[in-house]
Nanobody
Framework: QLQLVESGGGLVQPGGTLTLSCQFSGFTLDYYGIGWFRQAPGKEREGVICIWDPSNSEYTADSVKGRFVMFRDNSKNTVFLQMNSLKPEDTAVYYC???????????????????WGQGTQVTVSS
């Protein structure tokens, strides 16, 4: 059974750093794309960073370029989202998601993803 479990959300001040974790099971990144999405109040869920290992393809949203980084620990089947220089507009529920498909480039979109974690709240506020 495919599962994704996020952790690490919380309250952080503007300019701060927070790292989210997503432990996954039931699949490998050899065949599945994986990524982070977020949904702010009143807004559509959007892709933040997605990766597709078979072609080393990656997508990073313009709004987080230079601030957010996705990395992994293959030995623990875990991917991370390190969020630096956080802004109030980064406040959202963050989801880890996966799909048996390429999620790199323009394919980092909710329409192409069927497997979701439960989400973790990130609030950036002073």
């Amino acid at each position: 059974q495919l599962q994704l479990v996020e952790s690490g959300g919380g309250l952080v001040q503007p300019g701060g750093t927070l790292t989210l974790s997503c432990q996954f099971s039931g699949f490998t990144l050899d065949y599945y794309g994986i990524g982070w999405f977020r949904q702010a109040p009143g807004k559509e869920r959007e892709g933040v960073i997605c990766i597709w290992d078979p072609s080393n393809s990656e997508y990073t949203a313009d709004s987080v370029k230079g601030r957010f980084v996705m990395f992994r620990d293959n030995s623990k089947n875990t991917v991370f989202l390190q969020m630096n220089s956080l802004k109030p507009e980064d406040t959202a529920v963050y989801y880890c998601a996966a799909e048996y498909d390429n999620l790199g480039g323009s394919r980092c979109h909710i329409r192409l993803v069927n497997y979701w974690g439960q989400g973790t709240q990130v609030t950036v506020s002073s």
